[in-house]
């Protein structure tokens, strides 16, 4: 790890900066913030135009090394940001902030993850007028994860929802947000504030606590509470609300229709809660909303939208970060080079992962050359992003350490935590003539059949395989046969004939529609006469097409902590405590409800 001294000489021009402490900004400002704004403001005025660009960006780079990046991360790195590697994006570009994936090849590991934050943080700090970067990730837990194992992985947002406890809400936070910040990522994106009403949304659903606006904001709060005691950057998203969607903004154009006092209603309290507990960032969504702006612009570049109700109305005055530029959402009205200048007129603070870094960061700067956006604007937002990382401390301790990360990273008292809150999670559907729990006597023999996704985090599943292992730990003997999402005819005929040799069958199903061949599976698994158990593995609304199956679990997530608590269910070793936290409609009728909120059996 850098040293100190290297830290300060190389930012030996904000050296006043260095002061500035942990103020938290979301509140009334007093003597100190204003003092600690003086001093901000006296460091921007410093700062050329071409840095604080760079400071509105948080973009994507590939490679798990800060200088010396694999081969194919270089080639990557080239084509799409015209740089060799992380060390050289920041001195050509001085970004204010870097975001983590694992398909960039950035999350190989906890102590490869703080080296590379560190090689971004001295690459930044030794350039003229060098500033900490506010790195960034997605890290939800459930579905949506970029640091795998061994950094502990909790149930996600919906699972969350099911066991409606805040106080595990509130350690979920603390806890990844002290991992988090052990490897140098101190701008989490996360939670989602989306309270998800429409079972059909594609993109949010079970990232979602739920669908009830009261439950979702406590819960939203306590996360973000979490987080931020842990000294990370929570992030409320989708505002003003992306919960109600049939169409993926990542490849669409949502479009919300709820009224205004729908939307009070039903979209706001969630992020009205995370202000109140003094949210750090909000992140806007690529949907258009007409009731909050007629102009059909996406809320990520509308202005009544957030200034007038997000600033103005809500008075909030934290950071505002887009969603990816690159979604399809935000670039289906304009081109890549407008998006981002729009976005800063609509009061916009940070813009993320814009697809040509270079096409973006020179349209703003032309923007402000023109007069088109005025310096004075770019200087309000630097301000919001550089009082964040002044609480963050990243002025201070922008630096992490090899021994932060062993003591911190998936300790056990950590792993323990996340599998106590997930034996809170999984609720019992159905449990005809007290299938459930299994007995090891009466059923020795398990088959574990079912969908495999692939890893939110690449290091978990495969769910079959962690359920059949999870069984066989509990005293079962149980084998593993994978047979996908959409099993052809003689992957079931394998199953079924698998499924005679056994003493029950426990199924994982996975987005189950009324065509679906894993219904099929389950029909004819079922109609072998052999106890059968189904485990939803993501969305509960599984349940309504599974009106055979003998007994039926919602887990919410295959990630392995969910999987793991589901069969202490499924044995007995725990009782089923879930709750829906959605309403379960009927499938022959959706616009009747076949399991309410909070409907969940027990033993």
């Keep these: 790890m850098p040293s100190r001294r290297t830290f300060l000489a190389g930012t030996a021009g904000i050296t ?10 979301a509140g009334t400002p007093d003597d100190k913030s204003d003092e600690n704004d003086t001093q901000l403001r006296a460091l921007i005025s410093r700062m050329p135009l071409p840095d604080k660009v760079g400071q509105l960006f948080v973009t994507r780079v590939y490679g798990h090394s800060a200088t010396a990046p694999d081969q194919a991360d270089i080639d990557a790195n080239l084509k799409e940001l015209g740089v060799r590697t992380a060390a050289e994006l920041v001195a050509r570009y001085r970004v204010g902030g870097i975001i983590y994936f694992s398909w960039a090849h950035n999350t190989r590991s906890p102590h490869q993850i703080a080296d590379l934050s560190n090689g971004i943080q001295q690459a930044s700090l030794t350039q003229p007028r060098g500033l900490p970067v506010l790195i960034s990730t997605d890290q939800e837990h459930g579905i949506v994860c970029r640091v795998g194992e061994p950094a502990t992985l909790f149930p996600g947002a919906m699972a969350i929802g099911a066991g409606g406890s805040r106080a595990d809400a509130r350690t979920l936070g603390r806890i990844a947000g002290a991992e988090l910040r052990a490897i140098g990522v101190r701008q989490n994106y996360s939670p989602v504030a989306d309270v998800n009403v429409n079972p059909a949304n594609p993109v949010i659903g079970v990232r979602s606590f739920g669908s ?14 979490g987080y931020q005691r842990s000294s990370v950057a929570a992030t409320a998203k ?8 049939a169409v993926d903004s990542h490849y669409g154009f949502p479009v919300i229709t709820h009224t205004r006092a729908q939307w009070d209603e039903l979209d706001a309290p969630p ?9 750090d960032s909000i992140m806007t969504a690529h949907i258009q909303f007409p009731a909050l702006d007629a102009s059909g612009d996406p809320a990520t570049l509308s202005r009544p939208i957030l200034t007038g109700i997000l600033r103005e109305e809500l008075g909030y005055d934290g950071v505002v970060v887009t969603d990816s530029l690159g979604m399809e959402g935000v ?4 081109g890549d080079d407008r998006v981002p200048v729009l976005a800063l007129k609509a009061g916009v603070d940070q813009l993320l992962n814009p697809p040509s870094l270079a096409v973006a960061w020179n349209a703003v700067l032309k923007a402000v050359q023109d007069g088109e956006l005025t310096e004075e604007r770019l200087d309000a937002s630097i301000l919001r992003i550089l009082r964040l990382k002044a609480k963050l401390r990243l002025f201070e301790s922008p630096y992490v350490s090899q021994a932060g990360v062993s003591r911190t990273v998936g300790t056990a008292a950590h792993l323990a935590a996340a599998d106590r809150i997930a034996e809170r999670t999984t609720t019992l559907l159905v449990n005809r003539r007290r299938l459930l729990p299994l007995s090891r006597r009466e059923h020795p023999k398990l088959l574990v059949v079912g969908a ?23 005293g079962f003997t149980a084998t593993a046969l994978s047979t996908g999402t959409a099993p052809s005819a003689t992957t079931v005929a394998k199953a079924v004939a698998a499924a005679r040799g056994v003493d029950a069958v426990v199924v994982g199903t996975y987005n189950v529609t009324a065509t679906s061949a894993q219904k099929s599976l389950v029909e004819q698994v079922v109609a072998t006469g052999k106890p059968v158990v189904a485990v939803a593995i993501r969305n509960p609304y599984d349940v309504a097409q599974l009106p055979s199956v003998p007994a039926c679990l919602a887990a919410y997530s295959w990630t392995d902590v969910e999987l793991r608590a589901a069969a202490r269910v499924i044995a007995g070793r725990v009782e089923p405590r879930g709750k829906l936290p959605v309403p379960v409609p009927r499938a022959d009728e959706p616009t009747r409800v076949l399991y309410p909120v909070g409907y969940g059996l027990s033993y």
């Design 16 to 25: 006043t900066a260095l002061t500035i402490g942990s103020h938290a900004y």
């Design 212 to 225: 009830g606006p009261d439950a979702v904001a406590g819960l939203v709060a306590a996360e973000v509470t």
């Design 238 to 245: 989708h505002f003003p609300g992306h919960g109600d969607t």
């Design 271 to 279: 992020f009205r809660a995370a202000i109140r507990a003094g949210i």
């Design 331 to 334: 670039r289906t009205k304009y």
């Design 452 to 474: 495999d996704p692939a890893s939110p985090s690449g290091t978990t599943g495969p769910p079959t395989g962690v359920l059949a292992a999870a069984l066989t730990e509990l």
